[in-house]
């Protein structure tokens, strides 16, 4: 075990870029050893030690457990005895560190309370409530920090029995000593007025009780707050009023403790409002009148953003009540809010300006994606939208009248007052749009007061076309395309799209960007006809000149996080090749140079999830529709920078790059494996590749394609051993059995039956014990659906007489009557999927066609078999086409970093073992009256003695189809 100054040496030597590579290599290999965890924590507690080396070995501690706390399963990857300590030690150190180290051990605190809280660890509300100390603030900050971080897990999560007796338990030991301290703290900010130190130091500590108090009530409502209400609003309304100067800051841009503090309230009070408005409708009131006072006495400084758009956002859900909104039914008050509250915060400030100038990456963001839910243009222009929902005409007229005052100060000086347009066509956009917008189709309803089309003929459409015109009028103009594109109809686009995509060349990134994103839109939109609003027979002839425009944008900076940055442009791309379909292959080889550059470039330093999702999309493009001809192609260009992403562990990349691989090789499935390919499969076999999680799905996918294109080299080599220790290690997993079952099958219907027959026996034993204890659903029906995948197969030398008859050599005894009786027979029907229901259909159908054992064994089983399978027929299943359509999932819901995100350009399509098998019942008859000659009619004689009238009434039907 290495020294505490060793360890603390590396961890200096990580902190430099010179040695840092090294440094992590060691640090690696030191946290094998027991203890390690230990270590890092008394360096991060150690005043001996610099801040940095404290921090930096926080970082490596919280990065340590995310990876080594538990396994799959939930298991402790640690000895018990260094978790107990961990979970001793932790809370006590967060009440002694510096802030910035108790964020990272916090963050490390959440992950152990997302495995182990509360059962696992039933101490710790009682250890946190007992380290309450009412005068010491830095214990408290670092008792609540440590609250927080575990509480505050449960504000996304939906409601569920689990939940809820982890939420109970806290309530009932926590509720009333955290009331308690909030109330002494409100006593300590009264006694300590005077004194700064102490009033900021308060003030952190209430940031953290307001944020905890969401994270308490944010599921359920605890009766000890229910019966407080009357003083907990008293609270809130006082520190939502409250002022001192001796807590004003100087910074423009950072909030201080009281917007941070006024901040929180507002996000407590709009919970209330939507949660529980029985409980808190007599204290609303009163928070509207504070929070119209602040809103017409807050400055536009930068750090009172979050300040005034969570204010906006409490009205704006007052306002969604219909009662509550009356107080602002008068055309007065109406036209106060829209002019004193909507116009200041929808205008643009000298910062908004300078972001758009300096940082126009950030501007877009904020602006397009949702992530400026705490800017104000966004939360004014909510609000101004639900009091246009609740008194239409008479806010519509009020605000179209500021909007013309704005157009008309325009059309005085246009070069001086461009301004007040801008804030025109966003008072306009609030206005018109009704309903949420969504990511596919923008805004879907409109304010029938309003003309879409007038007011963008009239006012925009020149700023379109303009040469001379501000670049952010012309980003107005053509986000006013985005944002109404399902309203414009397929003629009109056919007009301007040559405009948008001129503004492709346009020398502002803002401009270029906000083009790129609006053709993006544009071309995965289809109409109510079903085709798309672009025909991509107007795209491909100017997809040459339209892509190379677009990776010169995205390589003008060679820097790893500059090409990169931009995620639009790429998502621009990606769309572009996936409109174009087959077309990719007239720009396939200056495409794929960009892409496979792109890749050398940002591999070593991934830091754009979006980004290279949308690269890696558009690989998976490539190879989807133009695979089959251009395969050598694209595996001469891709194999190296590929090999180049698994060589040096780039963790972010390798699940994307097992995916397109398991594409490129699934791509011509009966051709041998070309021999440039053949070296994947060594290392697709070791088992630390499959250590990582995220690699999982697509490496089973990539080494069920290895499989059927080199079964016969692999059975050479002696790797079946291998693959069935991959499948052995996947089925001990509940998070990775269905994974185990996919790969079983491929090895079942691709490698000989003779080179599998002793492995049957072990693999039988693996898949009945996991049956004996206890199993999932899931589990039992990927069980059942792999029997039928067997009993179906009888082409493969396989069928239900092979199956048990490799039962009955697990155990002496007869098993698979059980098996079949408890398991197969019910679950059957339990099978969700069009494909299975088939194979079961298929191979019950068989089972009844041609086995012995049914006839000789278990005659009693052949009924229930036939009463299983007609059943099955009574909604035959139809297997769905593979529909060539690339379905996309909004990426915004898409969880991106290290872990495993699906690539939608090469999805797996399903499988289906029949294809030749259309009308399912007309198979079935036509089946068993063949199998019936075969065996001199022994079918027609087991139906007449053994099945019910109803029952040899439709299989009669089925049998003269």
């Not at 005068?135 to 008792?143: K, R």
């Not at 960009?594 to 558009?618: A, D, G, M, R």
């Not at 995220?694 to 069920?704: E, F, I």
């Amino acid at each position: 075990m290495a020294s505490l100054d060793h360890l603390a040496q590396l961890l200096d030597a990580s902190l430099d870029p010179r040695t840092n590579k090294k440094a992590e290599l060691e640090i690696r290999a030191e946290e094998k050893k027991p203890g390690f965890a230990l270590l890092l924590l008394q360096i991060t507690a150690s005043d001996a030690f610099s801040y940095n080396t404290r921090l930096a070995s926080a970082l490596f501690f919280k990065n340590f457990i995310k990876r080594n706390w538990t396994d799959v399963e939930g298991n402790y990857k640690l000895s018990q005895q260094d978790v107990t300590s961990i979970k001793t030690e932790i809370i006590g150190l967060m009440a002694s560190v510096p802030s910035g180290i108790q964020t990272q051990l916090a963050e490390a605190i959440s992950v152990i309370a997302d495995s182990d809280f509360w059962e696992r660890w039933d101490t710790l509300v009682d250890d946190l409530v007992a380290r309450f100390k009412p005068d010491d603030l830095t214990v408290n900050i670092g008792v609540l920090q440590v609250a927080h971080s575990i509480f505050g897990r449960w504000r996304p999560l939906f409601r569920s029995d689990e939940l809820y007796t982890e939420i109970n338990h806290v309530l009932s030991k926590f509720a009333q000593p955290f009331l308690s301290l909030w109330q002494s703290l409100d006593a300590y900010i009264e006694a300590h007025g005077n004194d700064k130190a102490a009033l900021t130091k308060a003030f952190a500590e209430l940031d953290l009780i307001l944020q905890i108090f969401y994270d308490l009530c944010c599921q359920d409502l605890s009766p000890v707050f229910e019966d407080n209400m009357q003083g907990i609003a008293g609270l809130l309304l006082k520190y939502l009023t409250y002022d001192s100067p001796l807590l004003h800051t100087d910074d423009e841009s950072e909030a201080g403790p009281l917007e941070n503090a006024k901040g929180n309230v507002f996000e407590v009070l709009t919970l209330f409002t939507q949660k529980y408005y029985e409980d808190f409708s007599s204290q609303i009131g009163s928070f509207v009148q504070s929070s119209w006072a602040l809103l017409t006495t807050t400055n536009a400084d930068p750090k009172n953003d979050i300040l005034v758009s969570k204010a906006l956002l409490f009205l704006t859900t007052v306002t969604r009540i219909k009662e509550q909104s009356q107080v602002f039914n008068d055309a007065s008050v109406q036209s106060q809010i829209v002019e004193k509250v909507i116009l200041p915060n929808v205008a643009l400030r000298d910062s908004d300006i300078e972001m758009f100038e300096d940082e126009p990456i950030e501007f877009i963001r904020r602006d397009l994606e949702g992530s400026d839910s705490e800017t104000r243009r966004r939360a004014a222009t909510d609000f101004l939208r639900q009091l246009s929902d609740q008194f239409e005409v008479s806010v519509t007229q009020i605000t179209m009248s500021v909007i013309d005052k704005c157009l008309q100060d325009y059309a005085t000086n246009p070069a001086e007052n461009w301004r007040s347009k801008d804030t025109a066509t966003n008072l306009f956009y609030a206005t018109a749009a009704k309903g949420q917008a969504t990511s596919t189709h923008g805004v879907t309803s409109t304010n029938g007061q309003v003309d879409i089309g007038d007011f963008f003929s009239k006012n925009l459409a020149a700023d379109l076309q303009g040469q001379n015109t501000h670049p952010l009028l012309v980003v107005d103009a053509i986000k006013y395309l985005y944002v109404f594109r399902s309203i414009i109809t397929r003629d009109q686009w056919q007009q301007v799209m040559s405009l948008l995509v001129n503004h492709l060349g346009n020398s502002n990134y803002c401009v270029y960007t906000y083009a790129a994103v609006t053709v993006e839109r544009v071309l995965a939109m289809y109409g109510e006809d079903g085709k798309p609003v672009i025909d991509p027979a107007n795209i491909t002839p100017l997809a040459k000149d339209l892509l190379e425009h677009l990776f010169s944008l995205i390589e003008k900076d060679p820097a790893p996080q500059k090409v990169q940055e931009n995620e639009f442009l790429m998502r621009c791309i990606m769309r572009v090749l996936i409109v174009i379909r087959e077309g990719v292959i007239s720009v396939i080889e200056s495409t794929l140079n960009h892409l496979v550059q792109i890749t050398n470039i940002i591999y070593p330093n991934p830091s754009n999830p979006k980004f290279y999702y949308y690269h890696f999309e558009s690989l998976g493009a490539l190879i989807r529709f133009a695979g089959p001809s251009q395969s050598d192609a694209l595996i001469g260009a891709l194999f190296n920078p590929f090999l180049a992403v698994l060589q040096n562990s780039v963790e972010e990349f390798m699940p994307y790059v097992f995916q397109l691989l398991a594409a490129l090789v699934e791509g011509e499935p009966e051709k041998p494996l070309p021999p440039n390919l053949q070296p994947l499969i060594a290392p697709v076999l070791m088992p630390a590749l499959w250590e990582q999680r995220g690699n999982v799905p697509a490496l089973v996918r990539l080494l069920t394609a290895l499989i059927i294109r080199s079964a016969a080299d692999m059975q050479a080599n002696n790797q079946i051993e291998n693959v069935l220790g991959i499948f052995q290690k996947l089925i001990a997993s509940k998070a990775y059995e269905g994974y185990a079952f996919d790969l079983l099958e491929t090895i079942v219907a691709t490698f000989d039956a003779s080179a599998l027959e002793n492995f049957w026996v072990p693999i039988l034993n693996i898949i009945f014990t996991r049956l004996q204890r206890n199993p999932s659903a899931a589990f039992q029906q990927r069980f059942v659906r792999f029997y039928h995948f067997v009993a179906s197969r009888d082409d493969k030398g396989l069928g239900a007489d092979f199956f048990i008859s490799a039962t009955d050599k697990v155990q002496n005894e007869d098993i698979f009557r059980g098996l079949y009786l408890s398991i197969i027979l019910p679950k059957t029907q339990e099978l969700a999927r069009p494909i299975d229901r088939k194979i079961a259909a298929v191979s019950l159908t068989k089972t009844l066609a041609d086995s012995q054992a049914f006839v000789q064994r278990y005659p009693k089983g052949w009924p229930l078999t036939c009463t299983a399978l007609l059943k099955l027929l009574e909604d035959p299943p139809v297997p769905p086409k593979n529909d060539d359509m690339v379905i996309e999932q909004d990426v915004d819901d898409t969880g991106f970093g290290v872990g495993f995100t699906q690539l939608n350009t090469v999805r797996k399509p399903q499988s289906d073992p029949f294809p030749e098998i259309g009308d399912l019942r007309k198979w079935v008859g036509g089946y068993l009256k063949d199998a019936d000659q075969r065996h001199s009619g022994r079918i027609g004689k087991t139906v007449q003695e053994s099945l019910s009238d109803d029952g040899k009434k439709v299989l009669s039907a089925y049998m003269a189809l």
